[in-house]
């Protein structure tokens, strides 16, 4: 407020235009029976002030502007005085409605915290129902439009011990969408009317699969097929809800053989991108980022505009309450605040580094957009990958998801950012360019993204993965135990090391199994590379974890100069493939089959190609060697 709207004569009975008082309400048809104590501005509600109704109690308190509602407001809905029935709403008014963030408690124990607008449920939300002691517990996480569940959503219902994964229509499942229970049952088709209908997949815990007509969540009804672990296939018309028993008229057709076993004919990934129940990651949570478009000035499909943008950002984290952020989130905050400069931003574009300082600062915070926007998307991602969604056939749709993610994200930061290339528009360079870029010169979103990123996502998404590579990964841990109960030399004789890169001197000739033995709990050879390795467990993003491969080459190369006083003994990286092999068997890593699915998924083009893609090439190898040696 201006000094100009505050009366300090002395002595005057002219009323300031800004002053703090309280007024009981008689006529005013919107606040009538009410009395509001607060900051006026020209005879009207504006600043903080609190509204009371006498008859009902019903209040609100928080911010006004011209007699309405705007900003942050905490408001009473009573809808039975005497019986006590009140509904309480917490967040953002814009001219007297809700409308931005808000949290809603209802008198039915249900609670919604997301987007408002005009007074109803519209955008990005979260809808709790029941508690966990109600008959009916469940929680949706999804998209709404004028107070109905619309696009795409998940639903957890923790009663019945499922989850539902895809599109909403006017409050009621409908489109492509899957279904995961408890019992391991992967069920997708098409939905109408909250039920699967037509044609569609069930895939069990076990590798059967059946495929055909449904009449209702895993109830088939018509024709179809259905194939058994083994190869075996009954083709017919099927009748009944699965696991109560079917009613089977069809024929019975034998498989090929033991070859055909459940491994090969349904991977995990059987039932991925290519199926056509798929729904494209650009499809899920767009209201998420539409949402902080608008934080960032873009309202619809309106150009981004920089200095709108950064001012947006400002006006946010000025309006963060001093209450609710902590010592450390206020100094990141003024700290921003002082950078939010647009010949600044210009001069942090171009400096990678700094790029990503600023980005962790403005991830940290919830109330920047971008911190608001990645808190949101973890927050998805745990709705639908976390629990009943730690199920290792959404591998794929995860995968999918995050590779998005990094996409969109790098989009929402070009509004701030514009020098920042533009990914839709793909420049291919030549080979060399390519070969030149693999060391990290090159700024692209997953270089910027990916180490802020992957660690959010991370334990959701490596869960899903160790589900995946269960089997396998088991395998090859009992495979490594056994492997390591041998001494170094023991072992190194074992992998055919060659005896140059046994790094031990001649006495030890002939006596392999001897020579160590006093220390063979202890790795004594290779030590320093052994270190490096297990570092990658301990790694959350694909090009970290190449990194690590890189330094555990670099540590075995060096490890073998030192030895032989700088003599060249290596002559190309197929050398040191049973020296490799030692080192990752010593390291004990659990889940190394995860990691380079991990890996192999995630990493960028320019990682393939080059020395860093042979060294990758060569893990695997390494991985399957041992997996599959007797």
């Known amino acids: 407020l201006s000094s100009e709207t505050v009366n300090t004569k002395v002595g005057s009975f002219t009323p300031a235009k800004a002053r703090y008082a309280s007024h009981f309400y008689l006529q005013d048809p919107k606040y009538k029976g009410a009395c509001y104590t607060g900051m006026w501005l020209s005879g009207k509600p504006h600043g903080h002030g609190k509204l009371v109704w006498a008859s009902t109690a019903q209040t609100y308190e928080g911010e006004f502007r011209n007699g309405l509602y705007n900003g942050f407001g905490r408001m009473i809905f009573v809808l039975n005085a005497s019986a006590g029935v009140a509904e309480e709403y917490k967040g953002e008014w814009k001219d007297g409605m809700m409308h931005g963030q808000g949290e809603m408690s209802y008198s039915d124990k249900q609670v919604y915290i997301g987007h408002w607008m005009h007074n109803v449920r519209h955008g990005h939300g979260v809808l709790r129902m029941g508690t966990m002691t109600s008959p009916t517990p469940s929680i949706f996480t999804g998209n709404w439009d004028n107070d109905k569940r619309s696009g795409f959503g998940v639903m957890d219902d923790i009663m019945r011990g499922e989850k539902y994964m895809g599109m909403w229509d006017n409050d009621a499942r409908s489109g492509n969408g899957l279904i995961v229970t408890l019992d391991g049952i992967y069920n997708e088709g098409r939905f109408s009317l909250n039920k699967l209908m037509g044609q569609g997949i069930l895939l069990c815990h076990d590798n059967t699969k059946f495929e055909g007509d449904f009449c209702g969540d895993a109830q088939v009804n018509g024709k179809g097929v259905l194939t058994m672990p083994n190869g075996d296939r009954i083709e017919g018309t099927f009748q009944g809800q699965w696991n109560e028993g079917l009613k089977i008229n069809g024929l019975y057709f034998k498989g090929t053989g033991p070859e055909e076993n459940s491994a090969v004919a349904f991977p995990d990934r059987a039932v991925s991108t290519h199926s056509p129940y798929y729904i494209p990651a650009t499809k899920k949570w767009r209201s998420v980022f539409n949402e902080c478009r608008d934080r960032l000035g873009c309202l619809g499909n309106d150009e981004p505009d920089l200095k709108k943008a950064w001012k947006s950002v400002a006006e946010d984290l000025v309006r963060a309450p001093v209450a609710k952020t902590m010592h450390q989130e206020r100094e990141i905050i003024d700290d921003i605040l002082k950078g939010v400069d647009l010949d600044q931003a210009k001069k942090i574009a171009k400096d990678k580094k700094k790029l990503q300082e600023y980005l962790i600062k403005a991830f940290s915070l919830p109330c920047h957009p971008l911190g608001r926007l990645l808190e949101t998307l973890v927050d998805v991602y745990r709705a639908t990958y976390v629990g009943m969604g730690a199920h290792s056939r959404l591998l794929p749709h995860a995968v999918e998801e995050i590779k998005s993610y990094i996409e969109r994200v790098y989009a929402i930061i070009r509004i701030l950012f514009p020098s920042l290339p533009n990914e839709d528009f793909v420049h291919v360079g030549d080979s060399n360019e390519a070969d030149g870029q693999s060391e990290g010169g090159g700024l692209d979103s997953n270089t910027l993204l990916g180490p802020l990123i992957f660690p959010r996502f991370y334990p959701p998404l490596f869960t899903l993965y160790a589900l995946h590579n269960e089997k396998n990964d088991s395998a090859y841990w009992e495979r490594v135990l056994q492997l390591n109960k041998r001494t170094d030399l023991a ?98 890593v659990h889940h190394l089959g995860s990691e380079i699915d991990f890996i192999e998924d995630l990493m960028e083009a320019k990682y393939r190609a080059g020395e860093q893609g042979h060294m990758f090439t060569t893990l695997k190898a390494c991985y399957y060697q041992i997996l599959n040696e007797n």
């Open 491 to 588: 072992l190194m004789s074992y992998l055919e090391v060659k005896r140059t890169f046994w790094l031990a001197s001649e006495e030890t000739n002939g006596l392999v199994y001897e020579a160590d033995l006093t220390d063979w709990k202890h790795t004594h050879y290779y030590g320093k590379a052994v270190d490096a390795f297990q570092q990658i467990s301990t790694k959350f993003s694909p090009m970290e974890k190449i990194s690590v491969l890189k330094e555990t080459f670099h540590r075995i190369h060096k490890e073998v100069q030192d030895f032989w006083k700088g003599e060249e003994k290596i002559v190309s990286l197929d050398d040191l493939f049973p020296v490799f092999q030692f080192v990752v068997i010593r390291s004990r």
